[in-house]
């Protein structure tokens, strides 16, 4: 909502039309004789070559899933593989004018655009450079595999390809040799170094993480476009239009400035095999009739969308060619929607019950193999025997290469016996990278100069003087804290931008970025559509790529709508690469009050149930600056939990004021709030305060003397402090916001069980919200934890406290009637 | 290939046996069939042989050790070869340690502790809610926690009521005195950790570890207990401190059983009946005199009793190792040459060590005999949770007055203990009165 842009009454109240330009339709015409001026006979046989390799790649992998052998070779491969038998010439095609920094993200069915798009970069690449990117991946441990099994001993080429082949194969077959040591699997192989980023088991997965790359092209002036290659079904998914409309805002051509302007370098592929699964997408499951169509709904250069013929390589390629173009003059993003047709099924499970034979021979028939080499050979470009030579070795790699990714010898799988840790230390790469690229950040004035900053200096940085409360309006705010962190990387990491709804202008809904806009220019600071979905999964792939991020959910409870890519994407990409991938990002998540049942829920639990995400919450001014600083320099996610209750709060607790400089306190470490010798309270979030405060009359009034412990993070947790108190007071109750039923906090309670047992004078007792809806504000206090309840639940369950009389039912038999009502 | 040997399982209830000596040393050389090591349960002791030849690589348990059954012992095999795999106090933490064993007489009488001593609010069925901590505690400072006035919530004791226990001082009930103090216990939870079944089994404070350490003194010579008298001295301080026993002493006129043994000794020949003792006449008579009388022939339980539909009589036995009762299961359904052939055979078991552990419980009744040792009354030790014991006495001349001139016989003592929680003072006295007649009639009652 920049001022800048006057929305004129007359101008929007006027009366007109949309006009549409035609959208081309396989529009592609050109002979083999026409194009010899773009292709040498190679150029036309090296495709041709590309081709056959995937066919057999394929026809290998059919071979073995459906009868366990191949050539002679036995082998069972129990995972998943989704063939592309049928759809080469568009992948080929594609690839063909592709470099190495241009970077492709993939589907399930990807096996095809990991082999064409490495087939490409090994041609363009040098000698040097194969053997550099060979040596170094996993300290050459795949190198090591095939070397030395080739034809022609200096042909670094063919060494490459053997290496591209065998990596990819042993991927999909779980071995330790494999692109991501097995970790990845056959719908998630990729190889960085080659431009083949993350493929997706999820459909529509790379819809929205490409953008992300596409971000990070764009922002750190990288060489190169990146291509989101999804299924023609994959219209249907969210996200992939989250997607499109984050990579067609208007703010890249209006509002971004100088080089920095123009459209996204990127490009939307649809490979468009008319199926989903069994649903056909043109005549049952959608309505575009041709995908191609859905460019025009998307922005007024229609995303210059085209459909192209994917049976033709040739068509293909000059697609790709108009489009390259396209995008270097700033003018992107593109459609494509590229029709090809798989002759396999889905999966090799597949009875094909949804098409019929015939359609399957017809497509045959226009099988880009046979049609192309016909082609070819009725130009005169080369003999049969040439074809028949070129399909003889690519069998003989075929079967040379699936040799060695069968025999456990050569490629062993993780011996998680031998290294029962492999897998649980790729979960977090624990990195410590102050900035992710070394040159001059871009910002629009100096620290000093910046309004907030001016604003902020004139706070007092503790919430308590000579012993009374400061007052709201001169007290260095949690806010202040979180602003202070972030600035202060934005000045240090030139990679770090910030995103998500309504951050730039107005500030982030709770003021936390005011002053970000004066300081940054539009592409480090921009608001986004409202796509929480592709907020989040854009920041995955602008992370994985190499750029630190923070995104923004305005609320907790809008965390469902980026429930993949917080739970399938962020969390797990780091491991699946089996530590070739970085994520770098940060996504705050503000935690609502007062707005009711969809605007008030604390969620953390969720997050914290998700393997390789990192679960921060705190609670003062002091901790959340010292814990965005560790997030900020750290190399994986971190959920920042933040809570609205506390933006306005003082730093109640580190009295010497929250330092100007930088520090960081550790993610992972709980801190002692108040000490005591009676009885532990461990709270995540805002609950701290109203524990103190039930602290507090339980100490006054029954003199029972209370130690509180603030867990600030929740993944990961270090156990000392709390079990250390424990074994002190013998008894502890855990509170949050959080729902109880399913709580994190039940967790750490049945941990406290396990490893403090003998210490315990009494269960561990969990004090969360009701299992309701968050009623509306004037109800709050019956439904999330108060000080009232943390001392009846202390009374009831941990040591009865003389003449005290509950008001709320914590009795034993109350807490079985709610949990078999589920409510 | 190396052997282990294995410290083998006798009996069901046996989880553990202590190694008593080792035969062979390491680096010696054994034959297959040579004595090993001896070890002994709480009750028996028995002897292990070597089932393969070689040399005694490895001993990986020292004399005195308490041996989890199956556990590896030692190690048979060619020199040179690798032990370490077999060793159990390699690796895991947990097999190394030795598990406490929990002596199954003793257990079964862990129901019998007194209610009314408790606080009640403490007590859910037979369990005691106290907390961890709490029960931590209480061990510390060698409390018995079962006097704790619970304040936790749903009548749970927790570490608070430990400390105003120790205040105030343990309630000084005999219960209380010897059976808590000073005692260490051996928890057979995960990682030693006493669980209440411990607590409620151990009662007896082990007197070597009551010792203050000190230096041997040259007063006295002082030697660990073996398992057995450990054993049996917590058997008989649990009797004596939780049961209400008081003894009734009788005598009979022994002339009738003594010429009724007199003519089987004379039948030696034709009969084979020439070893039935005065013992195993008393043992019939008694167990027939039982089936009467059945508030004697049964358990007490606290809050019930177990009336046994048969006689299974213990019959205490004198052994170099102490105490052992062996029982005769269905007494009352055997023949006096049964039951004095059965007697015998458990005897020598139980003397050389080699009674199966099984046949050392399940007793509802137990004779005594110290009368060989010339004994004329004495106050027999409830074997609880059975509800009466019978001691038999030596025979000794009495007169009395007939037709009023004095005449002697032989007078037989008899001593029946009887726990008064169970019975009264009556009902017993009427079973010792049954008893005298039917062994002043005995060769009448042999008839019937
Ligand atoms: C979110 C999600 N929903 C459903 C699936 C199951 N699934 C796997 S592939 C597929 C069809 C996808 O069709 P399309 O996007 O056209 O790709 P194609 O398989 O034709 O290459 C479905 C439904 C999935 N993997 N992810
Ligand atoms: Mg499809």
């Known amino acids: 909502m920049p001022k800048s842009q006057y929305i004129c009454p007359n101008e929007i109240r006027k009366s007109g039309w949309i006009k549409f330009t035609d959208i081309p339709v396989n529009q592609y015409s050109k002979t083999i004789e026409e194009e010899k001026a773009n292709f040498s006979t190679e150029d036309f046989l090296r495709i041709y070559r590309d081709m056959t390799v995937i066919r057999e790649f394929e026809t290998m992998l059919n071979l073995i899933k459906t009868t366990n052998e191949y050539n002679g070779i036995q082998y069972n491969h129990p995972g998943p593989a989704h063939l592309s038998i049928g759809q080469e010439a568009s992948v080929v095609g594609q690839a063909y004018i592709l470099d190495k920094d241009d970077y492709i993200f993939g589907s399930h069915r990807s096996h095809g655009e990991i082999l064409a798009k490495g087939l490409s970069a090994i041609e363009k690449l040098d000698d040097k450079e194969l053997l550099e990117i060979m040596e170094k991946f996993f300290d050459g441990a795949i190198l090591r595999v095939v070397e030395g099994k080739q034809k022609n001993k200096n042909d670094v080429k063919e060494l490459a390809i053997d290496f591209l082949v065998y990596g990819t194969l042993a991927e999909i077959f779980a071995r330790e040799t494999g692109f991501h040591k097995g970790l990845g699997g056959s719908m998630h192989a990729f190889f960085t170094p080659f431009g083949i980023y993350p493929n997706n088991a999820i459909v529509g997965g790379s819809g929205d993480i490409s953008v992300g790359a596409a971000l990070y092209k764009k922002i750190n002036k990288k060489k190169g476009i990146v291509i989101a290659n999804i299924g023609d079904a994959s219209m249907g998914c969210g996200p992939v239009w989250e997607g499109l409309c984050m990579a067609t805002m208007d703010q890249y051509k209006q509002l971004w400035e100088g080089e920095y302007q123009g459209g996204l370098p990127y490009i939307l592929n649809f490979f468009n095999n008319q199926y989903g699964m069994g649903g056909q997408t043109r005549g049952e499951t959608m309505g575009y009739d041709m995908l191609a169509r859905v460019g025009a709904g998307v922005n007024p250069e229609q995303m210059h969308a085209e459909r192209i013929d994917g049976y033709n390589p040739l068509a293909v390629i000059d697609a790709m060619k108009r489009k390259k173009k396209i995008l270097e003059e700033k003018r992107g993003p593109v459609l494509l929607d590229t029709i090809t047709y798989r002759f396999t099924g889905h999966s090799p499970s597949d009875a094909s019950s949804y098409r019929t034979k015939e359609e399957i021979e017809a497509w045959m028939e226009h099988d880009s193999l046979l049609t192309y080499r016909r082609e070819l050979t009725k130009a005169g470009i080369a003999k049969d025997d040439k074809f028949e030579e070129i399909l003889e070795a690519t069998k003989e790699l075929i079967a040379k290469v699936c040799k060695l990714a069968v025999d456990d010898n050569v490629s062993p799988r993780m011996n998680l016996v031998k290294n029962p840790n492999q897998i649980a230390d790729l979960m977090f790469s624990n990195g410590r990278i102050e900035k992710m690229e070394d040159r001059e950040c871009e910002v629009l004035m100096s620290k000093e100069e910046n309004p907030r900053v001016q604003q902020i200096s004139k706070k007092i940085r503790t919430g308590i003087q000579d012993g009374k409360p400061v007052p709201k309006n001169k007290v260095y705010q949690f806010r202040d804290a979180v602003f202070e962190a972030l600035l202060d990387k934005f000045y240090t990491d030139p990679t770090l931008i910030a995103y998500g709804e309504e951050n730039r202008d107005w500030g982030g809904a709770f003021a936390v970025y005011r002053g970000l806009t004066e300081a940054l220019p539009y592409h480090r600071l921009f608001n986004s559509p409202i796509s929480e979905g592709a907020i989040v999964g854009s920041a995955v792939g602008y992370g994985l790529c190499g750029g630190r991020v923070v995104v923004e959910l305005m609320y907790c409870d809008f965390l469902g709508r980026a429930g993949d890519e917080i739970f399938n994407q962020l969390s797990k990409w780091q491991a699946m690469s089996a530590g070739v991938l970085k994520m770098p990002v940060v996504l705050r998540v503000s935690v609502g009050s007062k707005y009711g049942a969809q605007h008030s829920q604390d969620w953390t639990s969720l997050c914290a149930h998700i393997p390789g995400l990192k679960v921060v919450f705190p609670a003062t001014p002091y901790d959340a600056k010292g814990l965005m600083n560790s997030a900020l320099i750290g190399t994986d996610p971190v959920i920042f939990f933040e809570s609205q209750r506390l933006y306005d709060i003082g730093e109640m607790f580190h009295l010497e004021g929250v330092p100007e400089g930088y520090y960081e306190v550790p993610i992972g470490e709980p801190d002692i709030k108040k000490q005591g010798k009676d009885l532990t309270i461990l709270t995540v979030g805002a609950t701290l305060y109203r524990a103190l405060d039930a602290a507090k009359i339980l100490e006054e009034k029954y003199g029972v003397s209370v130690e509180v412990i603030d867990a600030r993070t929740i993944v990961p947790f270090n156990y000392d402090k709390v079990i250390q108190s424990v074994k002190k007071t013998g008894k502890i109750l855990l509170s949050s916001d959080a729902c109880e039923r399913g709580s994190h906090l039940k967790d750490m309670a049945q941990t406290i069980s396990e490893v403090a047992f003998d210490y315990l004078d009494a269960p561990p007792v969990v004090v969360g919200a009701k299992n309701w809806i968050t009623p509306a504000y004037e109800l709050e206090e019956y439904f999330f934890p108060q000080p009232d309840w943390i001392i009846d639940a202390v009374h009831e369950k941990i040591m009865p406290l003389k003449g005290h009389a509950a008001k709320n039912n914590f009795t034993v038999n109350e807490q079985l009637r709610i949990n078999r009502l589920g409510v | ?448």
């Open chain 2, 1 to 448: 290939m190396a052997t282990p040997v294995i410290m083998p399982r006798q009996g069901q209830s046996v989880e553990s046996c202590i190694i008593a000596k080792w035969h062979k040393n390491k680096g010696d050389s054994v034959r297959e069939g040579e004595l090993l090591f001896s070890y002994e349960t709480d009750k028996a002791s028995f002897d292990e042989e070597a089932k393969a030849s070689g040399v005694l690589l490895d001993v990986f348990f020292q004399e005195g050790d308490d041996v989890p059954c199956l556990t590896n012992v030692c190690v048979i095999g060619n020199p040179g070869e690798s032990t370490a795999e077999f060793n159990p106090n390699a690796g895991a933490e947990a097999v190394a340690k030795p598990v406490e064993e929990k002596p199954a007489a003793v257990e079964a009488h862990a129901q019998e502790k007194s209610e009314e001593a408790f606080p009640v609010t403490a007590v859910e069925g037979d369990r005691i809610k106290i907390s961890p901590r709490a029960r931590n505690l209480a061990e510390k400072l060698s409390l018995d926690y079962r006097y704790a006035a619970a304040s936790g919530p749903n009548g749970r004791i927790v570490e608070k009521d430990i400390i105003t226990l120790k205040e105030s001082g343990p309630v000084p009930t005999p219960a209380a005195k010897g059976e808590f103090a000073g005692q260490t216990m051996t928890g057979t939870g995960i990682g030693g950790r006493i669980t209440t079944g411990d607590l409620n089994t151990v009662k007896v404070s082990d007197a070597a570890a009551m010792q203050p350490a000190q230096e041997a003194g040259p007063m006295f010579e002082e030697v660990k207990l073996t398992n057995i008298r450990k054993v049996i001295a917590k058997a008989m301080h649990h009797s004596i401190s939780s049961t209400c026993q008081l003894t009734l002493n009788s005598s009979f006129d022994a002339t009738d059983i003594m010429e009724f043994r007199k003519k089987l000794k004379d039948s030696k020949d034709r009969l084979g009946l020439e070893n039935i003792t005065l013992n195993d006449i008393i043992l019939y008579a008694v167990s027939r005199t039982l089936m009467n009388h059945k508030d004697l022939n049964a358990h007490f339980l606290d809050d019930r009793m177990l009336y046994f539909r048969n006689v299974n009589l213990g019959v205490a036995v004198d052994t170099e190792r102490g105490l052992m009762v062996p029982t005769v299961f269905n007494a009352n359904h055997k023949s006096l040459n049964d039951i004095a052939r059965e007697v015998k055979k458990l005897v020598k078991d139980c003397q050389s060590g080699n009674i199966n552990p099984d046949l050392l419980k399940g007793g509802s009744f137990t004779v005594t005999n110290l009368g060989t040792l010339d004994i004329e009354s004495f106050t027999p030790v409830l074997n609880p949770p059975q509800t009466a014991i019978l001691g038999v006495n030596t025979i000794v001349q009495r007169a009395r007055e007939v037709d009023g001139e004095i005449e002697f016989y032989p007078a037989m003592g008899l001593s029946l203990t009887f726990d008064h929680r169970a019975l009264d003072g009556a009902p017993a006295a009427r079973f010792l009165q049954e008893l005298k007649h039917n062994l002043e009639n005995f060769s009448v009652m042999l008839v019937k």
